[in-house]
């Protein structure tokens, strides 16, 4: 990428960031975010890596990449244990993840942001000899730098929905020059893969490897940790479980008001509430206290059951726990995957559907249009419109729960179908590692000049 251009974007980047200093100022006050990482971010002083083996870094923004590459680290460390991977995140929640995921045995850091001193200085330091980037990451300073420094660059379970494509077409100049630099976009589905050929990827570097979120669901209820989960409800196996996943306002106050009406006539019903972000913990606790429900806080549990907490098992369990939703997922009968009667565009409903929960969502899941559709294909999860729509279905899976599991089977036999994306993408990772050159820093021509 031309020299201008970066200097150019970096005239942008230092805008916005001036004009979001007061938010950003605001959040770090408020709820602690953005105050860490930015030596990292802002100057790239990321960790120095020492050695010389082949490496491979990997970018997931947030909590959700953070638990999508788990799959893949795992593909790569069998495949080729002498590989040296590390991790970038961009959030504070995605970082402490990664740290309690994969702290141990990779160098996790926060990613510069794209200003071209930064991301080249951060180059310098980690030498990768691949840098990977989940869904889509299309940093321009970025993906320069890594050329520059002679690593391949590919983007892996490439996702662009529809409205994000809209976005990318009007700037498609500069999305046709940096899709140039990449290598391979390793696309989820054939409708992604057509949008990033639209946007000017030459046709052969684009390829459908499946979406990576369908392996790393887990299928079994029986997992350790869904049961160390179980055993610390103090729920028997006459309960019935309604779990409330990745929720954002007003979802849970809607859910408790369907869940105190149901309860009358199906004491034996039980909620979990997930709330997608954690500053929003003591914000639904608040909406417990006031039901006069009897509820817990997931952290208040530690290594004990419910019942020895609250001298007996909760109605409600408030997940106030970071990374934990997946093997919860485990625990339930009845799903609601949160984020969809809101604006977000719905949250990942392919862990309940993995468990063959009867799952439901809201109607706004424009971020997993293409997962919805399938599902709904198959018969394997239901859209409910309204808030009267979702206390039918609850009460219809109370009534008949014959039927709701079989709805939930339906979507697990969809995930079950859809498996084999990590194996496609570590077949993909190995070929692009083979056609570069090693040792690190070993400069090939690069587009990038």
């Not at 031309?2 to 200093?21: D, H, Q, S, T």
């Not at 970025?142 to 996702?159: C, D, K, P, S, T």
């Amino acid at each position: 990428m031309p020299r201008p251009l970066g200097w150019l974007l970096n005239a942008v980047y230092a805008c916005a960031l001036i004009l979001a200093m007061p938010w950003i100022a605001w959040q770090a006050w408020q709820t602690g975010k953005y105050r860490d990482g930015w030596p990292e971010k802002l100057r790239g002083q990321v960790p120095r890596r020492e050695g010389q083996r082949l490496c491979v870094w990997l970018h997931a923004v947030s909590v959700g990449e953070v638990n999508l590459i788990g799959v893949l680290i795992a593909e790569l460390k069998q495949r080729r244990p002498e590989w040296e991977l590390c991790v970038s995140t961009t959030t504070k929640t995605g970082y402490d993840l990664a740290i309690k995921k994969y702290g141990t045995d990779q160098t996790v850091f926060y990613c510069p942001l794209d200003f071209t001193w930064a991301v080249e200085e951060a180059m310098r330091r980690v030498r990768p000899d691949l840098l990977l980037l989940a869904e889509l990451e299309l940093w321009p300073n970025l993906i320069a730098a890594a050329q520059r420094q002679g690593a391949r660059v590919a983007i892996f379970n490439g996702r662009l929905s529809e409205s994000s494509f809209k976005g990318y077409r009007r700037l498609r100049p500069l999305s046709r020059h940096v899709l140039a630099l990449v290598d391979k976009i390793a696309a989820q589905d054939e409708a992604t893969a057509e949008r990033f050929r639209e946007l000017g990827a030459e046709r052969e570097r684009v390829v459908v490897t499946g979406s990576l979120k369908y392996d790393g669901a887990q299928t079994e209820r029986n997992n350790p940790r869904t049961q160390a989960l179980h055993a610390l409800t103090g729920w028997g196996a006459s309960e019935t479980v309604w779990l409330l996943g990745s929720t954002q306002a007003p979802e849970e106050g809607l859910a408790l008001s369907i869940f105190s009406g149901l309860l009358q006539e199906h004491p034996q019903l039980r909620l979990v509430i997930v709330p997608r972000h954690p500053e929003r913990f003591d914000e639904v606790a608040a909406l417990l206290r006031r039901c006069g429900l009897a509820w817990c806080r997931r952290s208040a549990l530690g290594g004990t059951d419910a019942s020895q907490t609250t001298g007996k098992p909760p109605a409600v369990i408030l997940v106030d726990t970071i990374g934990e939703l997946s093997a919860w997922w485990g625990l339930a009968d009845i799903g609601f995957v949160g984020g969809s009667f809101g604006d977000r565009g719905g949250q990942n409903m392919i862990e309940p559907a993995g468990y063959g929960v009867a799952t439901c969502f809201g109607p706004n899941t424009r971020n997993f249009r293409d997962i919805v559709q399938t599902l709904l294909a198959a018969d394997g999860a239901r859209v409910v419109a309204d808030v009267d729509q979702l206390e039918a279905f609850v009460a219809g899976c109370l009534k008949l729960p014959a039927a709701a599991a079989e709805l939930g089977q339906r979507g697990r036999g969809v995930v079950l179908s859809q498996l084999g994306a990590t194996r496609r993408t570590g077949d993909l990772v190995e070929t692009l590692v083979r056609a570069g050159d090693h040792p690190t820093g070993k400069q090939r021509t690069s587009r990038a000049a």
